[in-house]
């Protein structure tokens, strides 16, 4: 038994059992390509995702932390302890018609400056988003400050943390005006929420392109949320993107399908994965870590993808 299989006390809650739970996209070993930690909006430690990965019987997973690389160093250290593949990844907020479009970007160099620069902006725009979202929630009787979601957190930020909507989502949770995460993005904080707010932020035609320059691959994420097909595929059509997340904890099986014949007709890559972010209070957010995942050669592919834009940065 490696010696690190007993140093982190694991929440079975927050794991995809490999048994009983179903779901036609499970198969044992395989990736699990899209997991947050404490350095986004996750309520655990990248190593401790990697102990998830380990006992969900994955071979490989990626760290995507939204707009921050912070926590692949220490999932890399992890990884090689377990013998988990860990792929370096982030997820890009992005707008395109005044809708959330993630992006997420796999194997770039977590070192390029120009990368790490462009990324440390888009975070000074989501502390501004939740500053204003916080005042439209005092606006509504709700009086909240970003001050009391940080100290309600129970815990220190972790360097280069950022706080996003579920921790606020937490603080209506626990302030009971709403009765879990998922109310408080239905009726405050998500499209459409009574609180939501958009600033501007860059086109999802951006971060691919500054994925690629980070010599990384990039890949639409959970396109069946935004509801949007039309956009899905005109964004499709209008950037050169290397992939589709066409299995995702808040697909069906029908948006997995409707997506995966897209990938196809474009020669895309398509890659799956559970959008972890721990739970609270027992309530896993989006999707238990292992719920969803790809045949492990799709890291490989990605892999390759990579390093076409790597030897294009050198040239
Ligand atoms: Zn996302
Ligand atoms: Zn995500």
């Given at each position: 038994m490696n010696k690190h299989e007993d140093d982190i006390q694991v929440d079975e809650t927050m794991l995809f059992a490999?048994?009983?739970?179903?779901?036609?996209?499970?198969?044992?070993?395989?990736?699990?390509?899209h997991t947050h930690t404490i350095a986004s909006d996750g309520m655990t430690s990248p190593a401790y995702n990697v102990r998830l990965a380990h006992l969900a019987g994955l071979k490989a997973l990626a760290i995507t932390d939204h707009d921050t690389v912070l926590g692949v160093p220490e999932a890399i250290e992890a990884g090689a302890q377990y013998g988990i593949h860990i792929v370096p990844g982030v997820e890009i907020s992005t707008v395109e018609e005044g809708i959330d479009i993630h992006v997420l970007g796999y194997?770039?160099?977590?070192?390029d400056a120009g990368l790490l620069e462009r990324l440390a902006n888009l975070r000074a725009v989501r502390d501004r988003r939740n500053e204003m979202l916080v005042a439209m929630l005092t606006e509504l009787g709700i009086p909240l400050t970003m001050e009391e979601v940080v100290s309600e957190l129970g815990r220190p930020l972790s360097p280069g943390e950022t706080v996003g909507r579920p921790h606020i989502a937490d603080a209506l949770v626990r302030r009971g005006i709403v009765r879990n995460m998922k109310e408080a993005f239905d009726e405050y904080l998500g499209a459409g929420g009574k609180a939501y707010v958009n600033p501007p932020r860059i086109r999802p035609q951006e971060a691919v392109r500054w994925i690629h320059e980070a010599g990384g691959a990039a890949v639409m994420a959970h396109p069946g949320i935004y509801h949007r097909d039309d956009l899905v595929i005109q964004l499709l059509d209008t950037a050169p993107w290397d992939g589709i997340e066409v299995w995702h904890s808040d697909h069906s099986e029908e948006d997995a399908k409707r997506y995966s014949e897209m990938a196809s007709a474009r020669d895309l890559l398509q890659t799956a994965g559970s959008d972890f972010h721990g739970a609270r209070k027992g309530d896993v957010f989006?999707?238990?870590?292992?719920?969803r995942r790809v045949h492990e050669q799709m890291v490989q592919q990605l892999q390759e993808r990579s390093e076409q834009y790597q030897a294009e940065r050198r040239s």
């Open positions: 490999r048994k009983g739970m179903g779901g036609s996209s499970v198969e044992p070993g395989g990736a699990d390509l194997f770039l160099d977590i070192e989006h999707g238990a870590l292992g719920g």
